[in-house]
C-alpha cells in the first residue's frame, strides 16, 4: 500500500502562490490515479483536481480552473498542486488521494489519503 505526505502549506495573502506537494513511499505512484482535495471548517471534503496514471489528462473542479495546476512525477514518485492568484475561499486542508483505478472526483473512490496540510489565504 501507498503512503502519502503532503507539504508546502501555508498562510499566504489573497493574490498569492502556493505549491503543494504530495511525496508517496511504500509503492510507484505510476499505477495510481492522483488527486487533491480540501475541506474547510464545518464543510464537505471537496475535490480540487486529479491527473491521470501517465499524467496525461487532468480534471479541475470549476472553482480553481484556470488557477490550479495538479501535475505529477512519477520518477520522484512525488505529485504537485501549483495554486496561482490564490482567494479567501481558497483556506483549507488540502488531501492528497490516490486510486488504482481510473479517474474520479468523489473522495469515496480513493482509498489512500495523507494526513493533510493547512492552506490559509488572508484576503
Known amino acids: 500500500q501507498v503512503q502519502l505526505v503532503e507539504s508546502g502549506g501555508g498562510l499566504v495573502q489573497a493574490g498569492g502562490s502556493l505549491r503543494l506537494s504530495c511525496a508517496a513511499s511504500?509503492?510507484?505512484?505510476?499505477?495510481?490515479?492522483m488527486a487533491w482535495f480540501r475541506q474547510a471548517p464545518g464543510k464537505e471534503r471537496e475535490f480540487v483536481a486529479t491527473?491521470?496514471?501517465?499524467?496525461?489528462?487532468?480534471n479541475y473542479a470549476d472553482s480553481v480552473k484556470g488557477r490550479f495546476t495538479i501535475s505529477r512525477d512519477n520518477a520522484k514518485n512525488t505529485v504537485y498542486l501549483q495554486m496561482n492568484s490564490l482567494k479567501a475561499e481558497d483556506t483549507a486542508v488540502y488531501y492528497c488521494?490516490?486510486?488504482?483505478?481510473?479517474?474520479?472526483?468523489?473522495?469515496?473512490?480513493?482509498?489512500?489519503w495523507g494526513q493533510g496540510t493547512q492552506v490559509t489565504v488572508s484576503s
Open positions: 488521494a490516490a486510486r488504482q483505478f481510473g479517474m474520479a472526483v468523489l473522495p469515496t473512490y480513493y482509498d489512500v
Open positions: 491527473i491521470s496514471r501517465s499524467g496525461g489528462t487532468t
Open positions: 511504500g509503492r510507484t505512484i505510476s499505477t495510481y490515479t
